[in-house]
């Protein structure tokens, strides 16, 4: 029995290492550097069977294209993952994506929330474990340890469609798969904080073979074993996303080199503010620079994106796209 929980204990961070962010363009906690784009308005969605749906996102490993079904996300070959990324990061927020998973041993069907200091929110599923998907994070690249993913069990993921939610505000993260809670994470419970996503995030959305046999043993492990090619193709569809950001803005620069959240400053035309020194509301007009300042304001407004979840309108979230040095070899994730 120890000798097995071992090998639990060895798999679980392997796993954990292969699927943490592992490269950024340009880490704020480092160096100075640019602004990140930021989602300007207060809600955003999209319906990925309507034509035309893909134009506003970077495809950044293809192939993904639009069908009736939504966007779909298509393994072909070895060595393919595809990917898309949002043009703008949220400042703390509430994503929901509707999708439905890929099939296929060592397949993994994700979404992310990823910033450029290595913040990281994850949904994964691996679909050798058909019944089950997981929740993760990491913040400012830490991977130390083996204690931050979950696994929940949800019902034919790669045949239904269902709706991930992520909620995330400075005080605490939910995963909710179609409206219904599955996991909270307290700031104070990821390493007192210092391990808590706390800085503004893209959101990304992909599949990718963790059983590919160029892959490392424990991501190979992690992934349920080796994928076989012969069974493509492998393919995800990704029916809509919505999100509302909590601190709406046209760029979030970091003040500092803490990475933590109180130092963000959400730029706009006209002035800037940053949560730490900004009066509470929770406007959604872009040109204040003020959208939201203190932990009521972004708790009432999870409040309210609760409630649009429970109500039906829902989206579907997936995990890591971050995988291993071959994957960044052929250019995965580079933006």
Known sequence: MKSYLKWAAVTLAAAQLATAQTYTSC????????????????????????????????????????????????????????????????????????????????????????????????????????QEIQTDYFGKGNTTGWDRATTVNVTNPETEFHTYSIDWTEERIEWLIDGELVRTLKYEDANGGKDFPQTPSLLKIGIWAGGDSSNSEGTIEWAGGETDFDDVPFVMYVESVKVINYNPAQYYKYSDKTGDYSSIKMLNSSSSSSLSNTSSSSSSSSSSGSSSSSSSSSSSASASASSYATSGGSVIYSSALVVSMVAFAVGIFQF
């Open 27 to 130: 880490n704020p906690t480092k160096k100075t550097c640019p602004s990140d784009k930021g989602l300007d308005k207060w809600e955003y969605s999209v319906d990925f069977t309507e034509s035309g749906s893909l134009d506003a996102w970077n495809i950044t490993a293809k192939p993904v294209t639009q069908t009736s079904l939504g966007a779909k996300f298509e393994i072909a070959e070895e060595g393919e993952a595809p990917t898309i990324a949002s043009e703008w990061y949220i400042f703390f927020g509430h994503v929901d994506v509707k999708l439905r998973a890929a099939n296929g041993t060592g397949i993994i069907s994700t979404y992310i929330l990823e910033s450029g200091d290595l913040d990281e929110i994850d949904w994964e599923q691996v679909s050798t474990y058909d």
